[in-house]
């Protein structure tokens, strides 16, 4: 589409599925990449418009914040926390290891 395309190759898409630790097959990085590369190319033509006569937004939707008051209530036991959690240990929630293995 543009000249500057930048594209997104199977390996790349399959070390970022690797990173979330998202299993896919060679087929679905493949088609992954074509669909993540199209994508770019797309965002790329912003590029080709002029905005030179175009003054910045800085403040699109004008609304105000409306926050409710924050007030201390009390909450549930951790007994009655622990019994939702799926493994526990000495009154605490047990996780799996998620740093360190690679």
Known sequence: ????SFQIDADMVKHVAY???LGITDEEAQG???QFSAIIDYF???NEVDT???PPATQVIHASMVLREDVAQPSMSREEFLKNAPESEDGYV???TVLGEE
Do not use: I, Y
């Open 32 to 34: 992954f990449s074509q």
């Open 44 to 46: 790329n033509l912003l």
């Open 19 to 21: 990173l979330v630790r």
């Open 52 to 54: 030179s006569d175009t």
């Open 94 to 96: 047990k996780v799996s």
């Open 1 to 4: 589409m543009t000249e500057h």
